[in-house]
C-alpha cells in the first residue's frame, strides 16, 4: 500500500539553528512529491513540487530535495515565523497520499 | 482573485444526524477533492470530483457522498454521523487542464459530532 511517513514529528529549533525535515514514501509510479506548510486551523499552503530524483527546489529559507526513497525540507536558519506543520504528500494517479507532518516550532 | 472557499468554518452535530459542507473551488478551477483531517495527522483523501462525476475515491464508507454542480462548486455530505467523523474538512481545487497535481485548499469546515 501506497505510504508516506515523516519524521519527526516535532522539531524544537532555536532562531537561527538549522535543521532538515525528513519524507520517506513508498509509492509506485511516483507522479510527484510535494510540500505543503499548515498553520494552526488553517488549510495547507503549498510550497514545493519535485518530480524526479536529484531534484532541488528552493525557497526563501527553504529547500527541498529529493531522492527515490526520500524528500527532505532543509530549514536555514529559521525564524519564528516559519513555526508552522510541514506536510509531505506523493502524487500517483489523481491521488494525494499526505504524511502526518511534522510540527517545527522555532524559538526566538 | 478569490481562492477556495469553504461553509461554514464550524459546527457541531450529535450523533446519527447528517451534514452537508460547501466548497466553491478558486477561480479557473474545475476539480475539487475532499479531505478529512483529524487532529494531529495529515489530510486523508476522500473523493475526487470533476465534470460532475466522483472519478476517485478514498478509503472512506458509503456514508461519505458528493455532489459537484455546473459552476464547479461541491457539497460533501456525511450521514449518520459517528464520534469518529469529528476532524477538520478540507476542500482542495486544481485545474484539470495543464495540472501539474498541485492542490488549493480552502481554510476547512471544523465539525464536531457530541
Known amino acids: 500500500e501506497d505510504q508516506v511517513t515523516q519524521s519527526p514529528e516535532a522539531l524544537r529549533l532555536q532562531e537561527g539553528e538549522s535543521s532538515s525535515l525528513n519524507c520517506s514514501y513508498t509509492?509506485?509510479?511516483?507522479?510527484?512529491l510535494f510540500w505543503y506548510r499548515q498553520d494552526p486551523g488553517k488549510g495547507p499552503e503549498f510550497l514545493f513540487t519535485l518530480y524526479s530524483a536529484g531534484e532541488e527546489k528552493e525557497k526563501e529559507r527553504l529547500k527541498a530535495t529529493l531522492t527515490k526513497k526520500e524528500s527532505f525540507l532543509h530549514i536555514t536558519a529559521p525564524k519564528p515565523e516559519d513555526s508552522a506543520t510541514y506536510l509531505c504528500a506523493s502524487y500517483n494517479f489523481n491521488k494525494f497520499y499526505f504524511g502526518s507532518g511534522t510540527k517545527l516550532n522555532v524559538k526566538p | 482573485d478569490a481562492g477556495v472557499t469553504q461553509s461554514p468554518t464550524h459546527l457541531i452535530k450529535t450523533r446519527g444526524q447528517q451534514v452537508t459542507l460547501r466548497c466553491s473551488p478558486k477561480s479557473g478551477h474545475d476539480t475539487v477533492s475532499w479531505y478529512q483531517q483529524a487532529l494531529g495527522q495529515g489530510p486523508q483523501f476522500i473523493f475526487q470530483?470533476?465534470?460532475?462525476?466522483?472519478?476517485q475515491r478514498g478509503n472512506f464508507p458509503d456514508r461519505f457522498s458528493g455532489h459537484q454542480f455546473p459552476n464547479y462548486s461541491s457539497e460533501l455530505n456525511v450521514n449518520a454521523l459517528l464520534l469518529g467523523d469529528s476532524a477538520l474538512y478540507l476542500c482542495?481545487?486544481?485545474?484539470?487542464?495543464?495540472?501539474?497535481?498541485?492542490?488549493?485548499f480552502g481554510e476547512g469546515s471544523r465539525l464536531t459530532v457530541l
Open positions: 482542495a481545487s486544481s485545474p484539470r487542464q495543464g495540472a501539474k497535481g498541485e492542490l488549493f
Open positions: 509509492v509506485s509510479g511516483l507522479r510527484g
Open positions: 470530483y470533476y465534470e460532475e462525476e466522483e472519478r
